[in-house]
């Protein structure tokens, strides 16, 4: 089965990345302090099925019927209690198969199950099962079952649609259809927590680069990275306050210079209005960005005083411009490509943009995106109330939306950067550095990303036979 087969090469993608983990954390051993939280590659591999549901309904036959060699563990779970704060069906499984009889109402402690069900398995994990349909009284069938359970469904799960499926008893019917829906969910969630444990590897192995390159800023004090830290973050916090509390106004300023254009199509008018919304943000968010920069400079300026040569500066730089992920619409250390600040925290500066930055033009960022189908629209907006309401109002929203998740990235990757320094600073002190041949520990986790660049390879090539399948 093709499903089958995609579970049985995502599993060997699972144990390629688990063994490249262990070789890593043989070579460097720091490497593992530098993970959050120790991925499952092993219930990847070989993830596991959840049958769920009461006493006698027919989980051990389905599992039986459907057993034979499948990619994955069984795991059966009886509803005891389950409505009352029992089992935690999710932390145990990657998918669940919740059985029901066919001509019975389910009970209440399955129907109070449910919603915890619906929230331990994402979309597409949660399957429901009705057996026994050969037994149902006659005049009934299972088309009718299963219309009034996907009601019922619907009643105890609104935000939720359960796919249903129906097998008989002793002639087997639908078991085949059974295992080919379950076999391509489970696939599709495996290869979800694949894909995030290749990220979250990627980020370990860029910590670990970012740690090697930045031996010389072990000197920094735990004092200066606190000051460091609390300074960052407070500026970041009161300034998004700040333009939080100015966005409404500029908003405002923008309508009103557009109302003398009325009646026009909505959608040119959406785009002047973002276009007018950031000229207006641009500034500040540039002030911002000069703030940021001037903080940096002195308080790492604090233990650097007294490095020579501009050529180490400049690699500092560098090592900085590569830390901070492009989400971040603020912290983008990059951004800044010219000098003019004293220290070696202003030379870090100017090291070169990464190929995607996040934050560098705030404005264009903060109000670009708009929301679905407002441009799409090409009715006329003819009054300054409908201006407001159909043009004005959501991008607002969109906006402060935008902000709020700009502010609390850039919060992370103030936190990640002063963890690292941290780190630096511990790993690389006068007694430990001697401990460690940096070129050597450099080449192995140059080698582990090529890997990891293999594994991800591999990993699209499936899902590219999965959609020319």
């Not at 097998?167 to 969630?189: F, I, K, M, N």
């Not at 641009?282 to 050529?311: C, F, I, N, W, Y």
């Not at 090409?378 to 700009?406: H, I, Q, Y």
């Not at 550095?433 to 990993?459: I, K, W």
Request: charge should be neutral; aromatic fraction near 4%; include cysteine.
């Amino acid at each position: 089965m093709r499903h089958e087969e995609h579970i049985r090469e995502q599993a060997r993608l699972a144990r390629q990345l688990a063994d490249e983990r262990s070789r890593l954390f043989e070579q460097v051993p720091f490497a593992r302090e530098l993970e959050r939280g120790e991925p499952e590659l092993e219930r990847i591999a070989r993830p596991v099925v959840a049958v769920a549901g009461a006493a006698r309904v027919g989980k051990s036959t389905l599992r039986r019927e459907l057993g034979a060699d499948v990619p994955w563990k069984w795991l059966e779970v009886e509803a005891v209690g389950a409505g009352e704060g029992g089992l935690s069906v999710g932390e145990l499984a990657e998918h669940c198969l919740l059985v029901l009889p066919a001509g019975e109402t389910p009970s209440r402690g399955v129907l109070a199950w449910l919603p915890r069900l619906a929230e331990e398995f994402p979309e597409g994990s949660l399957q429901v099962v009705l057996t026994r349909c050969d037994a149902l009284p006659e005049g009934s069938s299972a088309g009718t079952a299963r219309e009034r359970l996907e009601q019922v469904l619907r009643e105890a799960v609104p935000e939720r649609t359960l796919p249903v499926l129906t097998v008989s008893g002793t002639p087997g019917e639908g078991l085949e259809a059974v295992r080919e829906a379950l076999a391509e969910a489970l696939a599709r969630r495996q290869r979800v927590l694949l894909e995030e444990a290749l990220k979250n590897w990627s980020g370990v192995l860029s910590d670990v680069h970012a740690l090697l390159e930045m031996k010389d800023l072990a000197r920094l004090r735990p004092e200066t990275l606190a000051r460091l830290r609390l300074c960052l973050d407070e500026l970041l916090r009161e300034e998004s306050q700040r333009l939080e509390g100015e966005l409404p106004r500029l908003a405002e300023e923008s309508l009103r210079e557009l109302e003398s254009r009325l009646p026009e199509a909505q959608r040119s008018l959406t785009r002047a209005f973002r276009e007018k919304l950031s000229a207006r943000v641009k500034p500040r968010s540039h002030a911002l960005r000069q703030r940021l920069d001037e903080v940096l400079a002195r308080e790492l300026a604090r233990d650097m005083e007294g490095e020579t040569g501009s050529k180490v500066r400049l690699e500092l730089a560098d090592r900085f411009g590569r830390l901070v992920e492009p989400r971040s619409l603020f912290f983008d250390w990059g951004f800044a490509r010219t000098g003019g600040m004293a220290g070696v925290g202003a030379a870090m500066m100017t090291g070169a943009a990464r190929k995607h930055g996040g934050w560098a033009v705030l404005g264009a960022a903060l109000v670009g995106g708009v929301l679905a189908g407002l441009l799409g629209r090409g009715t006329k907006v003819n009054t300054a109330e409908e201006l407001k309401r159909v043009v004005a109002e959501p991008l607002l929203e969109d906006s402060l939306r935008r902000l709020k998740e700009a502010t609390e990235s850039s919060r992370a990757d103030v936190a990640r950067l002063c963890g690292l320094l941290r780190k630096v600073a511990e790993i690389f002190s006068p007694e430990q550095a001697r401990a460690y041949d940096v070129g050597q520990l450099g080449r192995a986790v140059t080698e582990a990303e090529g890997r990891r660049e293999q594994l991800g390879r591999e990993l699209t090539e499936l899902q590219w036979k999965d959609v020319r399948a």
